[in-house]
């Protein structure tokens, strides 16, 4: 009997060691949230919920604070008293205007989640509200995974770069579908306003086969603010010194207890036509742009619909200032882009226990654009329909399959025109095309306690121009312990290049455009692995993470600018090598209550092979170092943060041996930026500063005194164009509860 009743003890004892945590996860209207992430505090322990917002995860012995993460809602610490019962738990939103006395909390800025096997970065409202951050491409400049920096030195455009390769190699979705893609890779990243984010989300290597097979070193994804959970009122806009305005209305409305409606609209303009090193061409060109979207979103039992459409005008204007062209014609530059998107999303849940449900995507875009660069006059339009079925179920609470079906459909009219051109002569240049992709996949996910994660997906797709291919992609999480994290990735990326668009650089320029064939559909491999600690200190934690990813061309578009100082050579890889590999540590830590501090290095080494020799892509930064820190005072009413970074310097094009006008490499170099903000009950003011080191690029366009010489080049871009600016702004919101 003693022998039975010691064995009933140790079986007690070892199902409370392992006992199960129930409950669930609601908004303050009581609604599920959908994909909420609940970890044990200082461990890797936990799980998401559910399409209903139920969860179920294990305990940890002697731990009974739970952490709760949503997008836009705010990180909250639980002091779980009783497991057996089942935990209610409800979210607040996030505010941008915090109100007086009522908030306790401070939304996290950043979230990097901890169980999933994807290397994924969640970047919130809070993280966007830490600078200006007036659209997508300035969303980044606290982040030291990703680098936005001019395409070149005339046009204004920005791009984007990740594990050392340019955004064509990024695949850019708004809420899932297709976003910057085509035509709109040189200025798409504007056409996102900041105060339209909800929050990005940035996935580092070959992520999920569900959104297609583009997202070679990663994908980054937008979500807009949603009309059942956005203010019905919102207004923000700002003002800088280089007479830059911006104004943005937001509002969502319940029509009823199933309907909802939100809209959004944007305004920007600049007109000074700054030109700061006295080259006499303009800095940054004088703009414009109008942006408006609405959407419809559809709620009743186990169905949710959504109707997103949106519509835009955007134009620039640049180029030299008639006073510095000296009797001839000035070289101008003119960019004028309409757009059209919209969505419809339909999804129904048939089964709630095992999470059984079919989604459809249907979307669709046009894009056209007119443009003049001295004597290069560029006329393109790109139509894009997409179609996306997705079904997905539960075998049990370890496994989970998802499977679907897509087509893409892109039609493309392009045309280069030359009147006169110094190197081109008159001519043209065609570069219409279409393209249809039909696919199919498969992804089986596979969660074993909270120590496995494995992510195998596999999709099919024949494209019209270049066939069949396949694209396999894995991913898997491992943690020995709960206080660490191992997270691996393989998979093959692919590509349809679009040679004017991908490379728009050769517009503002008077070298020749060479392209010697047929340009190959791009195609990669990247494969990387990553690590994180999770250190308690004094009641804190410091998290330090490490990565490093590899990504080999097997086929790529080489852009040659070495061979010839007059040139831009198009050509296939064939046969050569084309790398990169990116190495990074980032340590991030609440250092007082309040007080939280990020430190981050990365090293990237990326090569390509140019006149049948291995040699260092130009133009690309060797590393990148960054400090942030952010402070907001106890009663929350100030926030100060701070920005450093320190980008490395790299090759410069090869230049011409007879009369070299540019060095052979350029150096790294610092920026500082700050803002601070002041809160108030419904709105908040924020004083900012960029570029505080007034650094600029020297010599940035290339014979700017003689334009229609054969010297004449603008496509070299590799630091700030602008020097120092400051900015004014202001946030403003009427809540819901209101």
Known sequence: ?????????????????????????????????????????????????????????????????????????????????????????????????????????????????????????????????????????????????????????ATGAKQIRLLGLAGTYVQLLTENTPGIRG??????????????????????????????????????????????????????????????????????????????????????????????????????????QANVLNRWYIKRGDYTGQVLVRGLYDERIGGQFPSAAKGYDPYSIGIYTWRADAFVKNGYVFDPERGTSLGVIVSGSYHNQDAVYGRRFYDGAQGNLYANAIFQTNFTDEHKLVAGASVNFDHYTERLDFRDDVSMGDGSMNFDRQEVTPGVFAEYSFNYRESLSLLLGLRGDWSSRYGFFVTPRFNVRYSPWQWWNIRGSVGLGYRSPNLLSDNAFVMPTSRRIVVTEELAQERALNAGVSTTFYIPISGRELQISAEYYYTNFFESVVVDMDSDPHAIIFSNLNGGRAYAGNAQIEATMEVLKG?????????????TTIGGCLVEKPLTNRFKGLITTSYVTPLKRWQFDLTAQFNGGGRMPVPDAANPLWDSEFPWYPQLMAQVTRYFRTWSIYLGAENITNFTQSNPVISATNPWSGDFDASMAWGPIHGAKVYIGFRWALDRAE
């Not at 799980?47 to 294990?58: C, E, K, L, Q, S």
């Not at 029509?255 to 061409?281: M, R």
């Open 1 to 153: 009997m003693k022998y039975i009743t010691s064995l009933f003890i140790a079986l007690f004892i070892s199902i409370s060691l392992f006992a199960d945590l129930r409950g669930t996860v609601v908004d303050e209207n009581g609604e599920p949230i959908i994909g909420a992430e609940l970890v044990w505090l200082n461990t890797v322990t936990g799980g998401v919920t559910d399409v209903n917002g139920n969860f179920h995860i294990r305990t940890v012995e002697g731990n009974n604070l739970l952490r709760v993460y949503y997008i836009s809602y705010q990180t909250d610490t639980i002091a779980v008293t009783d497991t057996a019962a089942p935990l209610n738990i409800v979210m607040r939103e996030e505010s941008i205007a915090i109100k007086d006395v009522t908030v306790s909390g401070r939304a996290a800025a950043t979230i990097t989640s901890r169980i999933s096997p994807l290397q994924t970065q969640k970047i919130t409202g809070a993280e966007l509200c830490k600078a200006a951050c007036c659209n997508l491409s300035e969303s980044f400049e606290t982040n030291a995974s990703v680098d936005v920096a001019y395409a070149d030195a």
């Open 183 to 288: 035509l709109a890779q040189n200025y798409g990243m504007e056409y996102i306003p900041g105060a339209w984010m909800e929050s990005i989300q940035v996935s580092k290597g070959t992520s999920s086969v569900i959104n297609g097979y583009e997202a070679t070193t990663g994908q980054i994804n937008v979500e807009y603010l949603k009309p059942n959970t956005q203010d019905p009122i919102a207004l923000n806009g700002m003002f800088s010194s280089s007479l830059r305005g911006e104004l943005n209305a937001t509002g969502g409305w319940d029509i009823n207890p199933y309907v909802s409606t939100g809209v959004l609209a944007h305004y920007k303009t600049e007109q000074w036509g700054h030109d700061g090193n006295g080259d006499g061409f303009m800095d940054i060109p004088k703009s414009q």
């Open 595 to 607: 007080w939280t501090m990020t430190l981050a290095y990365r090293y990237t080494d990326v090569r």
